[in-house]
Antibody, heavy 117, light 108 residues
Framework: QLVESGGVMIQTGGSLRLSCAASGFTFDDYAMHWVRQAPGKGLEWVSLITWDGGHTFYADSVKGRFTISRDNSRNSLYLQMNSLRAEDTAFYYC????????????WGRGTPVSVSS | SYELTQPPSVSVSPGQTARITCSGDVLANRYVYWHQQKPGQGPVLVVYKDRERPSGIPQRFSGSKSGTTVTLTISGVQAEDEAGYYCQSTDSSGTYPLFGGGTKLTVL
């Protein structure tokens, strides 16, 4: 139901855009999240966007560098990642929010991002 | 440091009961969702709203709550239950998701 794409190996300071294609539910009824997992580490929430795109929130670790967006006409979620750092290396998961929006009930399989110098 | 505290690891033999706890002050008035993650896979929701089970999740998965501690119980553990388990709630302001540090369940 959620399929991420766009993950690559990239150099420090570079930019990358992740995408997530949603299906099987009414996309524009729900908030959406990005969550990441560094190698051997736990889950870290990255960002969320409300159902209409009207509100966005970010973890302090990515604030000012990452931008979340969505296109409800395409049932798609995006994450624009700029000024990438080595510590951004992780699997990035797209996830569906519930009602209320801050819980998560559906996950994608993830896409890997590797940042190196 | 995490505002939701989980034990790093739990080990049980097949057929036994595994209990994984998640503690945090915010849980006094927030729900916990539990997510299972097997190696190389994305997480899967196994319990929501402290004790509810999504369709398709085996009945051996259950949840309970006491004060500021929520417990995921897996009765009659099977080898396929070996995975990482993460509790998830929200920050104290109810703005964004918060995850526990995760618990690795080992089936001996």
């Amino acid at each position: 139901q959620l399929v991420e794409s766009g993950g690559v190996m990239i150099q420090t300071g570079g930019s990358l855009r992740l995408s997530c294609a949603a299906s099987g539910f009414t996309f524009d009824d729900y908030a959406m999240h990005w969550v990441r997992q560094a190698p051997g580490k736990g889950l870290e929430w990255v960002s969320l966007i409300t159902w209409d795109g009207g509100h966005t929130f970010y973890a302090d670790s990515v604030k000012g560098r990452f931008t979340i967006s969505r296109d409800n006409s395409r049932n798609s979620l995006y994450l624009q990642m700029n000024s990438l750092r080595a510590e951004d290396t992780a699997f990035y998961y797209c996830a569906k929010g519930t009602l209320p929006y801050y819980y998560i009930d559906v996950w994608g399989r993830g896409t890997p991002v590797s940042v190196s110098s | 440091s995490y505002e939701l505290t989980q034990p790093p690891s739990v080990s049980v033999s097949p057929g036994q009961t595994a209990r994984i706890t998640c503690s945090g002050d915010v849980l006094a008035n927030r729900y916990v969702y539990w997510h299972q993650q097997k190696p190389g896979q994305g997480p899967v929701l196994v319990v929501y709203k402290d004790r509810e089970r999504p369709s398709g999740i085996p009945q051996r998965f259950s949840g309970s709550k006491s004060g500021t501690t929520v417990t995921l119980t897996i009765s009659g553990v099977q080898a396929e239950d070996e995975a990482g388990y993460y509790c998830q709630s929200t920050d104290s302001s109810g703005t964004y998701p918060l995850f526990g540090g995760g618990t690795k369940l080992t089936v001996l």
